[in-house]
């Protein structure tokens, strides 16, 4: 929302939510895999290198697991030269089919993904163009919907997907959703409505 609006209210939010983890005894608890880039939002924001520090501890710590893949490879792109983007490909090449879950895992790795190393990069825009395919041809869970939905707008806003022939389909998708669908959905809905934000000022 803070890229969407430029409002500094949504910028000190997720600043203030990570000091206050950072009382805990274990600053990773009660933050999800997914949200860990919160951290690399708070060193651009502010250069302070106390997360810099708290990266590099959830680097070491954390496996990898699809949920953590956009913030690994956030990582691999700004510190280590994009060394495992192979491995990191790697992780959705070997799906058969994705879930809306892992569709927003994909689209959010895509968006940490440097363009230069082109193989990769291209390799998962085509996984994720041929997922939104057979989810559009079939009978996706009514609990997936709305992350399918907000996947597809973000892969409008980032060049994976072309607004005119699937923002539609995404907003589809979206109002396919049942109402309040799993403990995401607050989070989801501020995403969702960043993502719509910004396809409108790219239109205008």
């Not at 600043?15 to 651009?44: H, K, M, Q, S, V």
């Not at 510190?79 to 990191?88: A, F, Q």
């Not at 799906?95 to 689209?107: C, Q, R, S």
């Not at 992350?147 to 109002?175: D, H």
Request: net charge negative; aromatic share 12%; with cysteine.
């Amino acid at each position: 929302m803070y890229e969407a609006t430029g409002e500094r209210a949504y910028r000190d939010h997720v600043i203030t939510c990570l000091n206050r983890l950072e009382a805990f005894r274990d600053p990773a608890e009660g933050l999800p895999a997914e949200d860990y880039l919160a951290y690399f939002f708070a060193l651009n924001q502010t250069g302070d290198e106390k997360y810099r520090q708290r990266i590099e501890s959830l680097i070491a710590e954390s496996g990898w697991t699809l949920e953590s893949l956009p913030f690994v490879t956030a990582y691999e792109t700004e510190y280590k030269r994009k060394e495992h983007y192979n491995e990191i490909a790697a992780f959705f090449r070997e799906k058969d089919e994705f879930t809306g879950k892992e569709l927003v895992a994909l689209i959010e790795t895509i968006d940490q993904m440097s363009e230069e190393i082109y193989e990769y990069y291209r390799e998962l825009k085509d996984l994720f163009k041929a997922a939104v395919r057979e989810k559009a041809g079939g009978m996706p869970a009514p609990s997936e919907t709305a992350e399918i939905g907000y996947a597809i707008l973000k892969a409008c806003n980032t060049g994976v997907l072309q607004p005119e022939k699937y923002r539609e389909s995404g907003e589809r998708f979206w109002m396919a959703a049942p109402e309040n669908p799993g403990d995401s959905w607050e989070g989801l809905q501020e995403m969702y409505k960043a993502q719509r934000i910004i396809l409108k000022k790219q239109e205008a």
